[in-house]
């Protein structure tokens, strides 16, 4: 048999079955779809709803449409899924498939966040890092970065190496006279009332980050005024108090001190004490 012919056999022999095995992957994959959309519909899962919002944004499987997209990634946030929530907080920020909305973007990316979600931990560091759609705060910077790190999240941790060194710069620029310095602070301290915990967690702000005012930044004192608020009940106070023993600024190290401040935190509903109580592992 001539070498033609033993082509035109094979292919007689194999496009059928071929065509078969394409078209038994077609109704697999429309199944598959199938059960996805029926999933999602019911509103029992908010994993299927986001998988379903992706296929439409990627026009996978189905006709792109960015309205669909946006219509499943939404259902699915609603049910505080954190990838859904990244995944809006993204297209929110970027523009793909919506108009730009900065408190949008923030809003979402903070949801997955706050959820331990550590891609968006990173990029809320970056937006911090940079001033993007938000003001630019190098601590709050720090802190998310922190948390990425913390899931292992590479480049995280090579921005907190920067972020160090600008926080230390950052710090240093404020070149107020000492004598004017201590002036400042005393008469800051002075003006607090003994029972407002709120007058009280913002001078321990003051004194943790720092400002032009002639605050330098110190955070025993952020401690001390943090503490005092703490006692009262103020939830970011308490938390803010937890970070600082986790990490040992201005306080002796302690896990748990740190625990103990974030359970109190927690348990008023603070969203980030109740990760950090939940990780306090790494503490």
């Known amino acids: 048999m001539c070498q033609s ?9 194999l496009f059928p079955l071929l065509l078969s095995l394409f078209t038994v992957q077609a109704v697999f994959a429309g199944d598959d779809l199938k059960t996805l959309r029926q999933a999602a519909e019911a509103e029992q899962s908010a994993k299927a709803q986001y998988q379903l919002g992706l296929r439409y944004l990627q026009g996978k499987g189905v006709n792109q449409d960015s309205r669909s997209a946006i219509m499943w990634l939404e259902r699915a946030a609603e049910q505080n899924y954190a990838p859904a929530q990244y995944q809006l907080g993204e297209l929110y920020r970027t523009g793909e498939g919506v108009d ?22 990173y990029r809320l560091g970056t937006l911090y890092l940079t001033g993007n759609m938000v003001e630019k705060d190098l601590l709050t910077a720090t802190e998310w970065m922190e948390m990425a790190a913390e899931h292992g999240y590479t480049e995280a941790s090579q921005a907190l190496t920067e972020l160090d060194k600008a926080t230390s710069a950052a710090a240093s620029a404020i070149t107020t006279p000492a004598e004017e310095k201590t002036a400042v602070s005393e008469a800051a301290s002075l003006t607090v009332e003994q029972d407002d915990a709120e007058e009280q967690f913002q001078l321990g702000e003051a004194y943790r980050k720092g400002n032009k005012e002639g605050i330098s930044r110190s955070y025993k004192e952020a401690a001390k005024w943090y503490e005092l608020a703490a006692k009262q009940g103020h939830a970011e106070a308490q938390y803010q108090l937890g970070e600082l023993y986790a990490k040992g600024r201005g306080v002796r190290k302690s896990k748990k001190l740190a625990q103990k401040w974030y359970k109190a935190a927690a348990d008023q509903g603070h969203v980030k004490a109740k990760y950090r109580q939940r990780g306090c592992g790494f503490c």
């Open 5 to 13: 012919a033993i082509m035109r056999t094979l292919v007689s022999v």
């Open 100 to 121: 730009i909305d900065a408190n949008a973007a923030i809003e979402y990316l903070t949801s997955a966040a706050e959820q331990g979600y550590p891609t968006a931990q």
